[in-house]
Structures are given as structure tokens and as C-alpha cells.
């Protein structure tokens, strides 16, 4: 067989697996999740947090942000929600423009609205990048939570502080984590 034979051979074989494995590529880059308002969080947006997809962190999952003109800002967990919330100097919100803040309950895995829900903090339980505000549509479920996961205290959305979400150090992990 004659080397441009080969040669041509192995563009078609590479060709093929590529395409094969194209539609893989593709339904995983653009999962989108349902949100209760009918909105789409698409996964593939990274997080304006920690430039990770939204959701890393398979035991906590996603949160959202719902903007009135429609646009939704996927966030890594509830943690960099409330980062991305608190902290306007660093991520450009008029919260004025926001619909909807919706957080996955911990217990059921359902997006939940977030400003209705109560979230367990200093527990056990971490984010991919430390301390985490775990979040449950009913009191008693975050309160038992809790109790199993030594959390410090089970608050509403409006009482978490960004104290309660940021690591030791944060700062300077995400400046390394994204080169700057």
C-alpha cells in the first residue's frame, strides 16, 4: 500500500471517529435545565464565579439567576450565587434587573426559589471550592440537615452573609485558578 494511501486512510478513519463522536461533544455542551419559571440554564455558561460549569459540584448542583430581559447566569452552587450577589464591585448586577434566584434543594434535587428557601451554612458539607450555604424548600429539612452535618446555624436567603460562603484565602485561589 502506498503511503498516500495510508495517509488517506487514516484523515478518513480520524474523520469518522470525530464525527462519531461529535453529537457526544455537542448534547453535553449544550445541556439545559429547566427552571420553575420556564426559563433554560444552560451548562455550558460558565460561572461568572470561578469560570467552572455550573453545577461541578454533582452533590450540591446549580444555581441560577434569572435577569428580567431573560437571560440566566448559571452559577457552580448556591455559594457562588451568593458571591456573585454580594459582591457587585467584582460581578455588575442591578438587582433591580433580577426575575428570579432559583437554588437545587439539596433533598429533592428540584430547583427551588431561593429567596423562599432555607439554607444550612458552616456544615459539614463543602462546595467545590469550600465553605457552602445548602439550600432546602422547608425549614424542618434543613434543620434536621443541620443537626446531621454539624451546620452552624439554618437561615433564610436574606440572612446569609458572604462570610458564610467565602474560603479562607479565596481571593487568591481564584486570582491562580484564572492566571491573573
Known amino acids: ?15 469518522m471517529m470525530l464525527a462519531a463522536a461529535l453529537p457526544c461533544w455537542v448534547s453535553a455542551a449544550a445541556e439545559k435545565l429547566d427552571l420553575p419559571d420556564g426559563s433554560k440554564l444552560d451548562t455550558s455558561v460558565k460561572c461568572p464565579v470561578c469560570n467552572m460549569e455550573p453545577g461541578s459540584s454533582k452533590d450540591i448542583g446549580a444555581a441560577a439567576v434569572v435577569l428580567k430581559d431573560g437571560k440566566v447566569v448559571g452559577l457552580d452552587g448556591p455559594s457562588h450565587m451568593f458571591m456573585y450577589l454580594l459582591t457587585p464591585d467584582k460581578h455588575p448586577l442591578n438587582k433591580a434587573d433580577v426575575k428570579h ?75 491562580m485558578k484564572h492566571g491573573h
Not at 500500500?1 to 474523520?15: D, E, P
Not at 424542618?140 to 484565602?169: I, M, T, W, Y
Open 1 to 15: 500500500m502506498s503511503a498516500q494511501l495510508r495517509k488517506a486512510l487514516f484523515v478518513l478513519t480520524l474523520g
Open 101 to 175: 434566584i432559583f437554588a437545587l434543594d439539596y433533598g429533592t434535587k428540584k430547583f427551588i426559589d431561593a429567596n423562599a428557601a432555607w439554607f444550612v451554612v458552616g456544615s459539614s458539607v463543602e462546595g467545590t471550592m469550600g465553605p457552602e450555604a445548602v439550600p432546602f424548600a422547608k425549614k424542618e429539612d434543613a434543620e434536621k440537615f443541620g443537626s446531621e452535618h454539624k451546620g452552624s446555624r439554618v437561615v433564610p436567603f436574606s440572612q446569609v452573609q458572604l462570610s458564610d460562603v467565602q474560603a479562607k484565602g479565596w481571593k487568591k485561589m481564584l486570582k
